[in-house]
């Protein structure tokens, strides 16, 4: 019985540890990220892909793609900005854990078993700027697609650091109906190679 009791007592006292370091990570990144329209632009900009990949009229379609530049750059500028000011948050408070499932305060017991989230956020804005520069020479529709899979990795990446990779793993299939696995995949080989060796290092 005495077993029982001390379980409970120790799944009460990591849940409410996960909660407290859960809020301070949350604070954190909305800290940063509300001086920027990331959030807006990124909502805009997959609402505008598929506005164009629907249009069936192709005249049309091409002034979707147009005006669509200007927004992929507004956001790459912002988070590209955005990066560079969370590249000055102290190491201690930006440590991400490999491990699937929240424990509390793992960066400070293992800090070995995490990755850094500033250079996550550098690897990120890399892969937005080359997708919109579009340096592989993509088709309209598959730069679509890839900048897609640029930006939900990057929020994926979010989640993860404010709660865990189980978490950020079950709402992005929840929310866009795609697996980690399969963003990984879809992204540019040049984020897929250095984001991997980021979070396996």
């Given at each position: ?29 909305g ?26 009229d ?17 956001l790459?500028e ?9 590249a ?42 080359d ?71």
């Amino acid at each position: 019985m005495d077993f029982f009791i001390l379980a409970i007592l120790v799944a009460i006292g990591i849940f409410v540890l996960n909660g407290q370091d859960q809020r301070r990570r949350i604070a954190l990144l909305g800290s940063h990220l509300s001086q920027y329209q990331i959030e807006k632009l990124m909502e805009a900009l997959t609402q505008g892909y598929l506005r164009a990949l629907g249009e069936k009229d192709e005249e049309r379609r091409t002034q979707i793609w147009n005006l669509l530049s200007t927004t992929e750059t507004q956001l790459c500028e912002q988070f590209s900005r955005f990066a560079t000011s969370f590249a000055r948050v102290p190491a201690e408070e930006t440590r991400v854990s490999k491990i699937a499932f929240a424990i509390p305060y793992i960066d400070k017991l293992l800090p070995q078993a995490t990755f850094d989230l500033r250079q996550a956020f550098a690897i990120h804005a890399k892969g937005m700027a080359d997708t919109v520069q579009n340096t592989a020479q993509r088709s309209p529709k598959d730069k679509a697609f890839t900048m897609s899979a640029e930006l939900f990795l990057m929020q994926h990446t979010c989640h993860w650091f404010c709660k865990s990779k189980v978490v950020a793993s079950a709402r992005m299939l929840a929310r866009h109906q795609t697996a980690y696995a399969q963003l990984l995949e879809a992204v540019s080989p040049g984020t897929r190679k250095a984001y991997s060796s980021l979070i396996e290092s």
